[in-house]
Protein backbone atom coordinates (compact mmCIF):
# COMPACT_ATOMS: atom_id res chain seq x y z
CA UNK A 1 0.00 0.00 0.00
CA UNK A 2 2.97 2.79 0.75
CA UNK A 3 4.32 2.18 -2.21
CA UNK A 4 1.21 2.49 -4.53
CA UNK A 5 0.82 5.61 -2.40
CA UNK A 6 4.68 6.86 -2.96
CA UNK A 7 4.27 6.32 -6.76
CA UNK A 8 0.88 8.02 -6.54
CA UNK A 9 2.42 11.42 -4.68
CA UNK A 10 5.35 11.18 -7.34
CA UNK A 11 2.91 11.02 -10.32
CA UNK A 12 1.26 14.74 -8.63
CA UNK A 13 4.83 15.63 -8.28
CA UNK A 14 5.42 15.58 -11.22
CA UNK A 15 2.28 16.35 -13.12
CA UNK A 16 2.14 20.27 -12.99
CA UNK A 17 -1.57 19.83 -11.66
CA UNK A 18 -0.80 21.12 -7.86
CA UNK A 19 1.15 23.99 -6.05
CA UNK A 20 3.16 20.89 -5.07
CA UNK A 21 4.39 20.23 -8.61
CA UNK A 22 4.53 24.50 -9.47
CA UNK A 23 6.80 24.38 -5.97
CA UNK A 24 8.80 21.46 -7.42
CA UNK A 25 9.63 22.53 -10.68
CA UNK A 26 10.64 26.24 -9.46
CA UNK A 27 13.24 24.27 -7.20
CA UNK A 28 14.23 22.21 -9.88
CA UNK A 29 14.89 25.06 -12.50
CA UNK A 30 16.93 27.26 -9.80
CA UNK A 31 18.76 24.76 -8.66
CA UNK A 32 19.59 23.86 -12.54
CA UNK A 33 20.34 28.12 -13.06
CA UNK A 34 22.33 28.43 -10.37
CA UNK A 35 24.72 25.23 -10.44
CA UNK A 36 24.37 24.88 -14.19
CA UNK A 37 23.75 27.72 -16.18
CA UNK A 38 25.47 30.57 -13.63
CA UNK A 39 28.80 28.53 -13.47
CA UNK A 40 29.25 28.27 -17.79
CA UNK A 41 27.91 32.10 -17.81
CA UNK A 42 31.22 32.86 -15.93
CA UNK A 43 33.25 30.49 -17.74
CA UNK A 44 32.48 31.11 -21.37
CA UNK A 45 31.49 34.56 -21.56
CA UNK A 46 33.28 38.18 -19.80
CA UNK A 47 30.38 38.47 -17.39
CA UNK A 48 32.81 38.37 -13.93
CA UNK A 49 29.59 38.36 -11.61
CA UNK A 50 25.77 38.38 -11.12
CA UNK A 51 24.33 39.79 -8.12
CA UNK A 52 20.48 40.37 -7.52
CA UNK A 53 19.31 43.28 -6.56
CA UNK A 54 17.22 43.11 -2.53
CA UNK A 55 17.39 46.80 -1.49
CA UNK A 56 15.49 49.55 -2.53
CA UNK A 57 18.22 52.02 -2.98
CA UNK A 58 18.57 51.87 -6.48
CA UNK A 59 14.62 52.47 -7.31
CA UNK A 60 13.54 55.16 -8.87
CA UNK A 61 10.07 56.51 -7.35
CA UNK A 62 8.30 59.19 -7.59
CA UNK A 63 8.54 62.04 -6.03
CA UNK A 64 11.26 61.02 -3.07
CA UNK A 65 13.89 60.53 -6.52
CA UNK A 66 13.16 63.86 -7.43
CA UNK A 67 14.78 65.49 -4.12
CA UNK A 68 16.98 62.11 -3.05
CA UNK A 69 19.05 61.93 -6.76
CA UNK A 70 18.07 64.67 -9.47
CA UNK A 71 18.32 67.07 -6.33
CA UNK A 72 21.67 65.65 -4.82
CA UNK A 73 23.28 65.48 -7.70
CA UNK A 74 22.88 69.32 -9.00
CA UNK A 75 23.22 70.48 -5.24
CA UNK A 76 26.62 68.85 -5.69
CA UNK A 77 27.20 70.22 -9.01
CA UNK A 78 26.65 67.34 -11.63
CA UNK A 79 25.53 68.50 -15.07
CA UNK A 80 22.75 67.28 -15.37
CA UNK A 81 22.53 66.90 -19.26
CA UNK A 82 25.48 64.64 -18.62
CA UNK A 83 23.61 62.70 -15.91
CA UNK A 84 20.75 62.07 -18.11
CA UNK A 85 23.43 59.90 -20.40
CA UNK A 86 24.52 57.67 -17.64
CA UNK A 87 23.56 54.06 -17.42
CA UNK A 88 20.52 52.79 -16.14
CA UNK A 89 18.86 56.25 -16.08
CA UNK A 90 15.72 54.87 -14.37
CA UNK A 91 17.35 53.18 -11.89
CA UNK A 92 17.04 49.52 -11.20
CA UNK A 93 14.34 47.67 -9.65
CA UNK A 94 14.42 45.47 -6.87
CA UNK A 95 14.07 41.40 -7.73
CA UNK A 96 16.52 42.33 -10.92
CA UNK A 97 19.67 40.40 -11.79
CA UNK A 98 22.66 42.84 -11.80
CA UNK A 99 25.66 41.52 -14.40
CA UNK A 100 28.81 42.60 -14.24
CA UNK A 101 31.79 42.71 -15.78
CA UNK A 102 35.41 43.31 -14.47
CA UNK A 103 36.92 46.10 -15.72
CA UNK A 104 39.83 47.74 -15.19
CA UNK A 105 40.44 50.55 -12.81
CA UNK A 106 40.46 53.48 -15.36
CA UNK A 107 37.04 52.08 -17.12
CA UNK A 108 34.40 53.02 -14.09
CA UNK A 109 33.07 56.67 -14.02
CA UNK A 110 30.96 58.53 -12.17
CA UNK A 111 27.71 57.69 -13.15
CA UNK A 112 29.00 54.09 -13.47
CA UNK A 113 27.02 51.66 -11.32
CA UNK A 114 29.01 49.10 -9.65
CA UNK A 115 29.31 46.07 -7.42
CA UNK A 116 31.39 45.73 -4.35
CA UNK A 117 31.87 44.02 -1.99
CA UNK A 118 31.83 45.37 2.18
CA UNK A 119 32.78 44.12 5.51
CA UNK A 120 31.99 47.39 7.43
CA UNK A 121 30.35 47.15 11.37
CA UNK A 122 28.65 43.82 11.01
CA UNK A 123 27.56 44.64 7.31
CA UNK A 124 29.28 41.62 5.06
CA UNK A 125 27.31 41.97 1.41
CA UNK A 126 27.47 43.18 -1.86
CA UNK A 127 26.74 46.92 -3.24
CA UNK A 128 24.91 47.81 -5.91
CA UNK A 129 25.49 51.82 -6.55
CA UNK A 130 26.38 54.31 -8.46
CA UNK A 131 29.62 55.97 -8.44
CA UNK A 132 29.54 59.82 -7.33
CA UNK A 133 33.00 60.08 -7.25
CA UNK A 134 36.64 58.85 -8.24
CA UNK A 135 40.04 59.53 -6.96
CA UNK A 136 42.97 57.97 -8.01
CA UNK A 137 46.28 58.13 -5.28
CA UNK A 138 49.58 56.88 -5.86
CA UNK A 139 48.34 54.64 -8.93
CA UNK A 140 45.29 53.02 -6.76
CA UNK A 141 41.88 54.02 -7.66
CA UNK A 142 39.39 54.56 -4.95
CA UNK A 143 35.44 55.65 -5.38
CA UNK A 144 32.40 57.04 -3.73
CA UNK A 145 29.09 55.63 -4.59
CA UNK A 146 25.62 56.43 -3.49
CA UNK A 147 21.85 54.82 -4.20
CA UNK A 148 19.71 57.00 -5.83
CA UNK A 149 17.35 56.94 -3.67
CA UNK A 150 19.09 56.79 -0.66
CA UNK A 151 19.57 60.40 0.51
CA UNK A 152 23.32 60.51 1.23
CA UNK A 153 26.40 58.57 0.79
CA UNK A 154 26.68 55.74 3.88
CA UNK A 155 29.97 55.95 5.52
CA UNK A 156 30.98 52.95 4.42
CA UNK A 157 30.73 53.90 0.50
CA UNK A 158 33.50 57.06 0.58
CA UNK A 159 37.01 55.36 -0.87
CA UNK A 160 35.85 52.10 -1.77
CA UNK A 161 39.34 50.57 -3.16
CA UNK A 162 38.96 49.05 -6.40
CA UNK A 163 40.48 46.03 -5.08
CA UNK A 164 36.48 45.79 -3.41
CA UNK A 165 35.09 46.33 -6.60
CA UNK A 166 33.69 43.04 -8.36
CA UNK A 167 32.73 44.60 -11.68
CA UNK A 168 30.60 47.32 -13.33
CA UNK A 169 27.23 46.87 -13.78
CA UNK A 170 26.48 46.29 -17.83
CA UNK A 171 22.90 44.68 -18.00
CA UNK A 172 20.02 44.11 -15.58
CA UNK A 173 17.47 41.37 -16.16
CA UNK A 174 14.41 42.11 -14.37
CA UNK A 175 12.51 39.50 -12.34
CA UNK A 176 15.12 36.92 -12.31
CA UNK A 177 16.94 37.98 -9.26
CA UNK A 178 13.57 37.70 -7.03
CA UNK A 179 14.27 34.19 -5.37
CA UNK A 180 17.33 35.77 -3.61
CA UNK A 181 15.39 38.70 -2.65
CA UNK A 182 12.72 36.60 -0.85
CA UNK A 183 14.88 34.24 0.60
CA UNK A 184 16.91 37.86 1.66
CA UNK A 185 13.91 39.12 3.03
CA UNK A 186 13.38 36.10 5.12
CA UNK A 187 16.86 36.06 6.60
CA UNK A 188 15.52 39.61 7.98
CA UNK A 189 12.93 37.94 10.46
CA UNK A 190 14.90 34.94 11.55
Known amino acids: MKKQESGSFVRKLVSGNSIYSILFYIVIFYLIFVYVALPSVYA ?30 ES ?47 LNEDVIHRVVNETEINGTYYYTTKGDANPFSFPFEYNIPYSHVVGKVEYVIPYLGYPKYLLYSLSNYV
Open 44 to 73: FTPVSYISAVVSGSMVHQQPEINSTYYGWL
Open 76 to 122: HGFNMSAVKTWPFPDGISIGSLAVAYKVSPSQIMVGDVIIYHINYEG
